[in-house]
């Protein structure tokens, strides 16, 4: 049985649970839990059964989500989809949820990517190596987002690893690009990073509300 990190609550893990596969056949199953975030990581089973933080986390998937969706859909550059995708790549070793991902429509039309139809029909799982991914740090995946997954989905042959940590002021933004050795970080320019992938500059500020919270802007240009 494969070593279980949860980080509040517990959760039981299928006994035939051992590796990347049994893992993605245990995603299909009713006794898959709904809630949380489980993946597959590397030979083991990592859970967090933690809520999202509205103004550190969920905020910030929501404003990336709608920026980097519009962008996408605009100029049709494929396919961006935010938290609930399976993602799996067995180089990597990895099956999980990203908090956001892009795949261009080149990548969808060669064999970098596979789209996996679910037991219940309908597609249901991404495998292979799409262009961009997006973690959004919280206090339970320090870890998990910035070792973890950051070598994994080099591994993987992730283009670009986006990484937002908006748990302090000022937030961290960052985007490291896919190198032969391993992933290095852009280099801000006042601010602004430069996509690749996307072919575009991108800066995300922070300001308070008018009912005092925080709130975010992803620009683009």
Known sequence: MPTIITELDEVTIPESVTSLEAFRRWTDQDDFPQTGRIWWLRGRVWADMSKEQIFSHLAVKTECTVVLGGLVKSQELGLYLGDGLLLSNFAADISGNPDGTFISSQTLRSDRVRLIEGARGGYTEIQGSPDMVLEIVSDSSVHKDLDVLRKAYWEAGVGEYWLIDARK?????????????????TRKQQGWLRSVVFGKSFRLTQKRSALGHP?????VR
Request: overall charge positive; cysteine-free.
């Open 169 to 185: 002021d000022p937030l961290r933004f960052e985007i490291f690009r896919y190198t032969s050795k391993s992933y290095a970080a």
């Open 215 to 219: 709130a975010y802007t992803l620009q």
